[in-house]
């Protein structure tokens, strides 16, 4: 095999590969306006730093593509310009310890963000930020990760957390079947039951303690307490605050 080179000093130095082979061009500008290429021909594009192909009609040029089948250390950044990113692997390792997504983004934003898992012949689950809701959500849905916009929620997932702490607020539910054990469960604020309220505990329930001054400003009719101040148990009746024990001083009756 030869390799035949141009004369030196030429705008557009290049070499043959080959007799009736393929030409390896270099420069700034298209060598097919002074030169004669083929299909396969290579361009090195020094203005724009990349290998260009010349097409199979042999009328324009196409950036290559790589294929490598063994190992590839990149030691300094990648950086991918592209409409589809697949990984085929089976293991993917990641340093980084903070994943940005849609970081293109700029003004108001307008698209949600997160992550799907394809469940193949099951509903797809995902993680996203709901943007229009304004709010993380745990979703099903039929979306395959091509939406730039609002994801489709078929219907809110199941999620379990050994704790949580700070505010949780879940969508507005008709009947809750279940919440299964639950250890210790502190609420700040009031909670209203439209059925019975019991316990198998053997123990004891606790109801609301506190001193005569610091009785409810507007107390629900029926509302207990146990007033420290007087040590007595007492409930409202709609109107007023009465004694609802009978104190031991007097005995059983």
Avoid at 47 to 63: D, H, M, P
Avoid at 178 to 196: E, H, N, Q, R, Y
Avoid at 207 to 226: H, K, L, V, Y
Avoid at 246 to 251: E, F, K, M, V
Wanted: no cysteine; glycine share 12%.
């Amino acid at each position: 095999m030869a390799i035949v080179m141009n004369a030196k000093g030429t705008t557009s130095p290049y070499f043959k590969i080959g007799k009736q082979g393929t030409n390896i061009f270099q420069g700034s500008s298209d060598p097919s306006g002074s030169y004669t290429t083929a299909e396969g021909d290579m361009w090195i594009d020094t203005s724009n730093k990349i290998a260009k192909f010349r097409n199979s009609s042999n009328n324009g040029w196409t950036e290559g593509s790589l294929n490598i089948t063994g190992n590839a250390t990149i030691s300094g950044d990648l950086t991918i310009n592209g409409t589809t990113t697949t990984l085929d692997t089976t293991n993917l390792l990641v340093e980084d310890p903070l994943l940005v997504l849609a970081r293109n983004v700029s003004g108001t934003p307008a698209f949600d963000a997160g992550f799907v898992v394809e469940r193949g012949d099951n509903t797809n689950v995902g993680i996203i930020w709901d943007e229009s809701a304004d709010e993380f959500a745990v979703i099903n849905t039929t979306e395959t990760g091509t939406t730039a916009g609002n994801v489709t929620i078929a219907s809110y997932a199941n999620i379990q957390a050994s704790s949580i702490a700070g505010t949780l607020t879940t969508a507005a539910q008709s009947n809750i079947t279940s919440v299964g054990t639950l250890g210790l469960l502190d609420v700040s604020g009031a909670i209203t039951v439209g059925g019975i309220v019991g316990t198998s505990s053997t123990g004891a329930l606790e109801i609301p303690t506190g001193t005569t001054a610091q009785r409810p400003g507007s107390p629900a009719t029926g509302s207990i307490r146990f007033n420290s101040t007087v040590s007595r148990f007492e409930g409202y009746d709609g109107s007023s605050w009465i004694y609802i024990d009978i104190p031991a001083d007097l005995g059983s009756t």
